[in-house]
């Protein structure tokens, strides 16, 4: 499968985390959930195995469709990065988060959607 543009390899994650801790703020999220998020920066993942917290995972729908996300602990919806490179927030507390973590590039997951169920197959990690 191709990888798509802006693949994850490519990404500058503590940009993204960084940018989702200024989202938290702006927000007015609390400082517990900052200082969560502050605390994966300073710890990212650098060439995970499998996802995990400060991970940015790629995956497509059953439909072709492509998603980004970044796994945090705060910060659930918030949108990260521009373009090609953005990612949408998600958390363990969320279904996609807790769908996401634990797997590793190839696995498909399933969750519940507006719609019904969703499958979505990891295709990269970092």
């Known amino acids: 499968m191709a990888k798509p543009p802006?693949?994850?390899e490519s990404l500058?994650?503590?940009?993204?985390?960084?940018?989702?801790v200024e989202g938290l703020r702006q927000?007015?999220?609390s400082p517990d959930e900052v200082a969560a998020v502050e605390r994966v920066l300073a710890s990212l993942p650098t060439t995970p195995e499998r996802v995990e917290l400060g991970c940015?995972?790629?995956v497509q729908e059953a439909d072709?469709?492509?998603a980004r996300y970044l796994v945090l602990p705060a910060g659930e919806g918030l949108v990260v990065g521009k373009m090609v490179s953005a990612a949408l927030v998600t958390t363990p507390a969320a279904a996609?988060?807790?769908?996401?973590?634990g797997r590793v590039v190839g696995e498909r997951v399933e969750i519940m959607g507006k719609k019904?169920?969703?499958?979505l197959q990891i295709t990269a990690l970092g």
């Open 6 to 8: 802006g693949d994850v």
């Open 12 to 20: 500058n994650k503590s940009a993204l985390v960084g940018a989702a």
């Open 27 to 29: 927000k007015g999220a």
């Open 56 to 58: 940015v995972v790629d």
């Open 64 to 66: 072709g469709r492509r």
């Open 96 to 101: 996609v988060g807790k769908a996401l973590l």
């Open 116 to 119: 019904g169920p969703r499958a």
